[in-house]
């Protein structure tokens, strides 16, 4: 038996053992809107649940406490008043936002053992998590432009990145997202769905919902890759576009010395952009035909838990204004106790 074979007779498996728990009138029939769907999570082993649960909870807890203090040093701290801090502040609000959307509801499934989301909450999450992830994705187009300027131009960099350009490329990443998670979930929740409501995965993902529409979806599938391809890779070659142009600097500096030091300004938002669009493309970007439930939903704890945690902790550790901020605080706190 082959492995996408073995893979579908799991699945369905599992889609039968829900469905035979599941009451009359949660089961679909052809052409309607479901009431509810019920979400595999990551495992059915009660033993792993548990694992799971204190896991993401801590995981969880750390990356609100993570991106919290990010964003207080960087307000507290005149020092970090700056573009750059500027968009790792709306990084930080994004990522306890994004990690926000998903791990409370995949917590109290693993918690309760009851994993049924509605239709609407369904739609909801789909909305908010590519509305998050999509400004993200422009949020670290913004980021890099700014390392740009700071390194190719900087003579020029404060009326480049004046505050009116760092709010108005941050307005423009928000509203990137808004708009592509808009075409994204309109293009899903208004199609017919039919047979079984159970999503192998711990949320509403497009993929495995597009798995449960009734007929031909393949138009429907066209129209989303293509929505993922141009709000994933116009950000991606800006990107690039401007790592190129730092790559380029960098290498005219004779010192190396020099280039370490330069190079370290970008290494940790590069080290972030690799982490996040890596899992992204290969989740979204990948052909149809080598789609993967149990794959792709492991995957998107990349993007959806890990990357958010990290992000603090990428910054913080690579970053010696951050550690300098915090060295600050915490002294201040020690002298005002004392």
């Known amino acids: 038996m082959t492995h996408a074979a073995k893979e579908s007779v799991t699945e369905g498996c599992a889609r039968e053992s829900y469905v035979m728990h599941t009451p009359k009138e949660n089961i679909l029939q052809n052409n309607t809107t479901p009431a509810e769907f019920i979400l595999l999570g990551l495992s059915e082993d009660p033993n792993l649940q548990s694992v799971f649960f204190f896991t993401f909870l801590a995981i969880y807890i750390m990356t609100l406490a993570g991106n919290l203090l990010i964003i207080l040093l960087t307000l507290a701290d005149p020092a970090l008043h700056t573009p750059m801090y500027f968009f790792l502040r709306n990084l930080s609000f994004l990522e306890i936002c994004y990690t926000s959307v998903n791990v409370p509801k995949m917590l109290g499934n693993l918690l309760s053992g009851r994993k049924s989301i509605s239709f609407i909450s369904c739609a909801l999450q789909t909305y908010f998590t590519f509305f998050l992830g999509g400004s993200e994705c422009f949020l670290l187009a913004s980021m890099s432009y700014d390392r740009y300027v700071a390194i190719c131009k900087p003579l020029r960099y404060h009326i480049l990145m004046s505050q009116r350009v760092c709010t108005s490329l941050a307005v423009a990443s928000w509203l990137s997202g808004l708009l592509m998670s808009f075409g994204h979930t309109s293009m899903v929740f208004t199609l017919p769905f039919c047979g079984s409501n159970v999503i192998n995965h711990f949320f509403c993902d497009i993929p495995p919902l597009l798995k449960l529409a009734c007929g031909d979806t393949s138009k429907r599938e066209i129209a989303v890759f293509a929505v993922a391809m141009i709000f994933v890779t116009c950000p991606f070659i800006l990107i690039l576009m401007s790592y190129a142009g730092i790559i380029a600097v960098i290498l005219r500096i004779s010192s190396s010395e020099g280039r370490k030091k330069t190079f370290s300004t970008c290494s940790s938002h590069l080290i972030v952009v690799t982490l996040f669009f890596g899992s992204a493309c290969i989740t ?34 690579r970053n010696k204004e951050v550690k300098d901020a915090l060295w600050k605080l915490l002294t201040k706190l020690l002298l005002c106790r004392f």
């Open 284 to 317: 979204y970007l990948k052909p149809n035909s080598t789609y993967s439930a149990d794959t792709d939903k492991y995957l998107s704890l990349f993007y959806t838990v890990i990357s958010p945690i990290l992000n603090p902790v990428i910054y913080s550790f």
